[in-house]
């Protein structure tokens, strides 16, 4: 049994297991880098240790600085969220030989799934099917022909060493195989330092639907359903949702069934997933993710389980404490990446320093954020600001409740995708429940549609720093309406209000609560008018003395601000006037613009 834990992340997924720790009445330890030090998941932790510089090869990734932050706060466990080290055999084995408990599978486990090849070889043994292709990796180009006449084009030549779309190529005819050879190895080298490749028949319009299973240390293990993650854009995720659109009950049990077979294969233990391609009613084995991932939020919305307690209980060594028929799917679950990207320019990132900011709320909204209004995001590391999830009784209901919660989400200052996503989610193929791989790619009006709702100030802020219209909501016999007041108007706020005492001398016949661009002399002060030295139609000077109001018994001059011709003297001897109101009124006050 461990009574602290110490995350080996940031951001979001650091608060997420935190939370999910205070929950069990764990301690919580943070590690951070230099550029974390006002990072909300430092904060959030009961301790937090700095482990280097901003970057992450130095700090996230510096497996002894980790080991020893775990060391000094006395932590027993660490859990090490998604990304960084969470799949790295290596650290597993540091943070066991230190004694201390790794939230997560076996290194074992980690290793036979780690090369894509050797998955493929574990799948097939268990009798999980893969894509039609090779189990050991290719050695020339000659070969790739001789498996492209087989297979039949068009081809994929993947890295074994690979993931996420880097060093894959596909080959739709035998002429183009030597120079996607080539390139695939070269990628393959440099992004992996592994050159080795393999070959399967490429799919031309799959889905993305992965498995999430639980396996215990005493050889049970359960499938949660799937999650079809098919909206992604160069191989990024950016929206999840449970179930599938395209599963039956039937092959949700068959795929379930199959991923719990593979994970006892391997002797998995923890939370995991298991990728499949899914084409024309057949499913086939990719890879297994083993670490709990981005999107796992959809499943624990929609099977009522929290994930991460999950994978806590079972590195306290509990046995699972359920069965599958306990699995149980209710209603539906979406969840949106809100990145600081900017969908008009390639998804660039848009860090920097978030202004106002406001989470949606409400029956059926998550929000898993790891950032506040006025923090500013560090360009260190990876740009998702936040995950909105929705549930709903049904799909419907869950895209409905998303479009809502996107709408409310207030983000000031950075530039977001929830222009994009707000697109996807009206777009008729998102809402059929018919995105495939190529949802993105195939329609361009995505991207058009995004600008037209990406707010004009987050687009024109940036073109030109012009002066935002002042916004207000004025009442109107009880009905309100939004009112943008452009240009540089005076600091006029006619506010002036007649004394209660002396009814008698009205200040402002005619009361209103606009803040309008208005030619005016204004009081600074709250007091009492002793002198009015101007009248209707008299021109002054600038600085010349037209008011005195006398304050706290002291008397004040009140000055032209400049010169001109005064049209209405709107107080008179004995009124009261409150900070800021009008004491008299330029003529044509909407022309006159100097002396501002
Ligand atoms: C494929 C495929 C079609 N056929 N393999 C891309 C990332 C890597 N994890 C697997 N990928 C693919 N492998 C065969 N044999 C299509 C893709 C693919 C893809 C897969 C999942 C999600 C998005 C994708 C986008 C483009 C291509």
Known sequence: MFRTVLVANRGEIALRVMRTCRELGLRCVAVYSE??????????????FLIGPPSPAESYLNIDAII????????????????????????????????????????????????KTAARREATAAGVPVVPGVLEPVTDAAEVRRLGKEFGY???????????????RVVRSPEEVDEAFAAARREAEVAFKNGELYVEKYLDDPRHIEI?????????????????????????????ECPSPALTPELRAEMGA???????????ISAGTLEFLYQDGRYYFLEM????????????????????????????????????????????????????????????????????????????????????????VPSHYDSLLAKLITWGSDRQEAIARMRRALAEYRIEGVTTIIPFHQAALEHPVFTAGAATVNFIPRHPE??????????????????????????????????????AVFGDGTNATPVASPSRSAPAHRATPKKTTLAAPVDAVISPIQGRVVAVRVAHGQQVEAGQVLFIVEAMKMENEITAPHSGTIAEVRVEVGTTVEAGAMLAMYQNPANNTNGK
């Open 68 to 115: 020893r932050a775990a060391k000094a706060t006395g932590a027993e466990a660490i859990h090490p969220g998604y990304g960084f080290l969470a799949e790295n055999a290596s650290f597993v084995r540091a943070v066991t030989a230190a004694g201390l408990i790794f939230i997560g599978p076996p290194a074992e486990a980690m290793e036979r799934m780690g090369g």
């Open 289 to 376: 993710n083993t670490r709990i991932q981005v999107e796992h939020t959809v499943t624990e919305m929609v099977y009522g389980i929290d994930l991460v307690a999950a994978q806590i209980r079972i590195a306290q060594g509990e046995k699972l404490w359920f069965k599958q028929e306990d699995v149980v799917p209710r209603g539906h679950a979406i969840e949106c990446r809100i990145n600081a990207e900017d969908p008009l320019h390639n998804f660039r990132p848009a860090l920097g320093t978030i202004g106002e900011y406001r989470e949606p709320v409400g029956f059926g909204v998550r929000v898993d954020s790891g950032v506040h209004a006025y923090y500013t």
């Open 258 to 268: 199959a991923a719990v077979r593979l994970a006892k294969a391997v002797g998995y």
């Open 446 to 483: 995505l991207f058009s549609r995004a600008a037209e709702l990406t707010p004009p100030t987050a687009a024109s802020a940036r073109a030109e720093p012009a002066p935002e219209p002042r916004r207000f909501t004025v009442e109107v016999n009880g009905r309100r309406f939004g009112v």
């Open 154 to 168: 068009p081809i994929a030549i993947k890295a074994v060493g690979g993931g996420g779309g880097r060093g894959l």
């Open 35 to 48: 550029a974390d030090r006002d990072a909300p998941h430092v904060a959030y932790a009961d301790d937090a």
């Open 212 to 240: 999430q299973v639980l396996a215990d240390r005493y050889g049970n293990a359960v499938a949660l359903g799937e999650r079809d993650c098919s909206v992604q854009r160069r191989h990024q995720k950016l929206i999840e």
